[in-house]
Structures are given as C-alpha cells and as structure tokens.
C-alpha cells in the first residue's frame, strides 16, 4: 500500500452496516455529519492501524509539514473503533489509541477541536498532536496536524521566531483577521503583550463574519492534504 512502510492492523475490518452506526453515533456526540468516503472506505480495509518503516534504520514514518519549526511529522498510526464482536479475537491491538476516546479527549475534555473537526490520527501514543480531518461542508475532507501547545511552547515557538522574527500561530492569527477586513483597533485591543489569546477572540468575536470565524477556528491546524487518500499518499520514512 504505502512504499517503505509497514501497516499493522489494530481492530478487524468495520461492515458497512456498522459504518452506519459509527456515523450515528459520532453525530449524536459530536455533530459529525459523516465520515468522508476515502476514511471510510480505509476503516472497512484495516480498522485502526500501526504505521511502521518497512526497515528498521529508516527512522519513523512522517509527512512533511510546511512550519517554520517543524521540517515533518511523525504518523504513528490511524485510529480504529473497537466493537463488541471482536471480544475473545486476537490478535488485537486495545492498548492503542480509539476514534471515540480520542475525539472525547480532544474535543471534549481540552477543547483542541473546532466544530466539525475529527481526529482520526496520532503522532505518537502519548503525544498531544493529532491529524484530523474536516466534516464541515467549506473544506469537507481536508487534513490537518495539530501540533501539542506545550511541545510548541518548549521547541516550536523559539524556532518559529528564530525562522520568521515572530510567533507562528500569532502571524496566522493576525493574517486571518486582517484578510476578513477586521479593524486595527479590534485587532489591536486582542493582541496584548504581542501575544493573541484565540479562546478570548471566540468568546467575544465582536463584528467577525461567520468566515472569518471559520478561519479562527482553524488558525492553530496545519494543512497537510487536500484528502484522506492524498494523505497517506504523502506519508514517507524520516531519518
């Protein structure tokens, strides 16, 4: 499937009528329309997945990534969605990361995902980055990585202001609000210390359009691809 890459599978594949009831349930929990087409038709192949370098000095698999403080990111693997059917079957991989209690951890529990955003793969087990995949119809099915604030505020932010002279996210921010037409004195009375607080511009968004709105939303993700199937397309082996 993927060159120089080894894919584990976590879970058996999912049935059709089950994708159905996945898709019920992640609307009535998390307002998720559906799934896009390419996620689930890789869900009904391999139902959660372990991404490894087909040799074993070839580092880790990753994809490129267009930061200032990142040349890629690690892909450890694709998030499955355990069933009650697959008690008593082996082999099973339960200890790895599922769909459900990612999306609940990184919508619900830290508020990481904007509406209609869902997780779907992990950096690493442990890590607070995430890859997810937009259900809402204006980029319905693009790929995006969000890269952990705290790694970012340790390693990224340093980096970014070593690359560009400035914040990353602060530029990204600054540049969405000034492309939607915000007055200076808006953007002004939100930048304090040189520093935007997003959660204070969403709260209280004062005149913002619904565009511009959507954007914020989105100002701390990464594109990586326009779609799933592009996705793993561009996943290769780092050193």
């Not at 307002?31 to 139902?47: C, G, T």
């Not at 008593?88 to 209690?101: N, S, V, Y």
Request: with cysteine; aromatic share 14%; proline share 6%.
């Amino acid at each position: 499937m993927l060159e120089g890459v080894t894919l584990e599978d976590q879970f058996p594949p999912l049935t059709p009528t089950e994708l159905v009831r996945i898709e019920r349930l992640l609307n009535e929990r998390f307002d998720y329309p559906s799934i896009p087409a390419e996620l689930k038709r890789f869900l009904q192949q391999h139902n959660g997945c372990l991404l490894s370098p087909a040799k074993e000095d070839l580092g880790e698999v990753g994809i490129q990534v267009s930061v200032p403080f990142l040349e890629y990111a690690p892909v450890a693997g694709i998030f499955g969605v355990w069933q009650p059917r697959f008690d008593g079957q082996t082999p099973l991989h339960r200890e790895w990361p599922e769909l459900f209690a990612s999306n609940e951890n990184s919508k619900e529990n830290f508020n990481v995902l904007p509406d209609r955003m869902m997780s779907f793969a992990y950096e690493h087990r442990d890590s607070g980055s995430v890859y997810a995949i937009s259900v809402a119809e204006r980029d319905y099915g693009t790929v995006y990585f969000y890269y952990d604030q705290h790694m970012y505020s340790i390693f990224g932010r340093q980096r970014s202001i070593d690359s560009i002279g400035c914040c990353y996210y602060n530029q990204k921010i600054r540049s969405i609000l000034e492309s939607h037409g915000t007055s200076d004195d808006h953007i002004d009375a939100w930048e304090v210390g040189g520093e935007f607080d997003l959660d204070c511009i969403l709260d209280e968004p004062f005149d913002l359009t619904d565009e511009c709105v959507f954007d914020l939303g989105r100002a701390m993700f990464v594109q990586v691809a326009p779609s799933f199937d592009e996705f793993m397309n561009r996943l290769e082996t780092f050193d």
